[in-house]
């Protein structure tokens, strides 16, 4: 029974995000938080400190008249929504400012931690059952590496896998970020659609990444991990893994949608190199189990021959099996860790593959975190330093492929890495340099 005019005062009193949460309160409430003469006085104090529309000094009939026509020229929320803009625009700018310093080691931003800190950034995941209810899942365990982050989410009060239709995996940033408040998850927020993934028939669909006595992983590409109760043919585990690469801007400059697409890179055109794009490749490589790390290394100067291209890959030999002298020990034997509430457990035979591979300019040229199961190759160790069983581990995505051999060394109880090869798109390589191989 309040006065309008009453009401409008109090609200004016308020702080941005006060007034997005009383204006999901009722419908009067709404159109009376969406008035524009409060949200000019935010914008104007906030975003233009100069500009004295409601502090009369100089100028003052001048500003009175601006006061008026932005007032009254425009639908009611304009200026809501015009300072959410500014403001969330302003400060993905700064966040942006923060990863430009890069890791010569990685070539990749040196303050992703800090940055994810600074935007409040988080991730949840949302099912979508068949009847169209949503299901959002927080609260995910945090796992940081040199060049990825592993997210891993659990819980006791999950739906069924046979009524999923849909995964979608979201950065999720407060919508008015506040560095001197911690984030307040009630509060507005912002969801960046980072990807998508279909689960009807999920099961038969996808590939079966490996198993132990109490769930068997699912690859869903890319770099998602689906764990699933053998009895009970339920989710246990959602486990993700994204490279430090683009994670920010997928993260943040997405919509609720819509994923963010990069833009195209500009090629540096070299007329003088006649094999521009085919050398000075440098490689950083990590593999680990979410909680161990069994390889991290990284390999300079790899390069290809005009020879070595064939079925529309450009080869780039990083470890030979004829050159004992770049074999690698693993550390540990290979398995991915996952734990929920009540279990924990260690699947065997296969781990996650963090690959940064840069270009001769030391930009990111194809960058993925994925997880790689092993297979027991058929063919026996021809090696002289080493008898064992080989193992192969293979990934493929639409950028390329990778292809790694180890030998299971028994005596020692050790693999080694006797064979890595990358072999990249050549329609990859055109688009990114503007050439034509």
Not at 31 to 46: C, T
Not at 74 to 89: A, L, M, R, V
Request: one cysteine or more; a neutral charge.
């Amino acid at each position: 029974s309040m006065p309008s005019e009453m009401l409008l005062k109090i609200l004016s009193y308020l702080d941005a995000v006060s007034l997005l949460s009383v204006g999901c309160v009722n419908k009067r409430f709404h159109e009376l938080a969406n008035d524009n003469g409060i949200w000019l006085k935010l914008y104007s104090s906030s975003l233009q400190p100069k500009w004295t529309i409601w502090k009369m000094k100089s100028k003052q009939t001048e500003s009175v008249s601006l006061g008026c026509a932005a007032l009254h020229d425009k639908k009611p929320g304009y200026w809501k929504k015009e300072y959410i803009f500014k403001q969330t625009s302003a400060f993905k700018t700064r966040i942006m400012r923060l990863v430009k310093l890069l890791d010569p080691y990685t070539g990749l931003p040196c303050k992703n931690k800090e940055a994810m800190k600074v935007s409040g950034l988080s991730w949840v995941i949302v099912l979508k059952d068949r009847n169209g209810k949503e299901h959002v899942i927080e609260k995910p365990k945090l796992s940081f590496k040199d060049t990825s982050v592993t997210i891993l989410w659990y819980g006791t009060d999950w739906p069924c896998l046979d009524i999923l239709s849909t995964l979608k995996l979201f950065g999720v940033t407060p919508l008015l970020p506040d560095q001197s408040r911690p984030p307040n998850k009630n509060g507005p927020r912002q969801f960046s659609l980072i990807a998508e993934y279909h689960l009807a028939n999920l099961t038969e669909s996808n590939a079966a990444v490996g198993a132990d006595e109490l769930v068997q992983l699912f690859s869903l590409s890319p770099g998602l991990l689906v764990g699933i109760w053998k009895e009970k043919n339920e989710i246990a585990f959602v486990m993700a893994s994204l490279h430090y690469n683009q994670l920010l801007e997928r993260s943040i400059l997405g919509s609720a949608t819509v994923q963010y697409a990069p833009p195209p890179n500009k090629p540096f055109l070299d007329d003088i190199d006649p094999e521009y794009g085919l050398h000075d490749y440098s490689l950083h490589l990590d593999l680990h189990g979410r909680s161990c790390m069994y390889l991290c290394g990284s390999f300079k100067g790899l390069f290809c021959r005009k020879g070595d291209i064939e079925n529309g890959y450009l080869r780039l030999t990083v470890v030979s099996l004829k050159d004992n002298r770049k074999h690698l020990p693993i550390i540990g034997t290979f398995g991915i860790c996952w734990e929920t509430d009540v279990f924990k457990g260690h699947v065997k035979d296969c781990f996650v593959m963090d690959l940064t591979l840069l270009d001769e300019t030391g930009k990111p040229f194809w960058c993925f975190s994925a997880p790689v199961y092993m297979e027991l190759s058929s063919k026996a160790s021809g090696l002289y330093d080493y008898m064992g069983h080989i193992y192969t581990a293979d990934y493929v995505d639409s950028e390329g492929k990778v292809c790694v051999e180890f030998v299971w060394l028994e005596e020692t109880k050790e693999y080694i890495t006797v064979s890595l090869v990358l072999y990249v798109s050549t329609r990859k390589v055109n688009s990114w340099y503007g050439t034509n191989y």
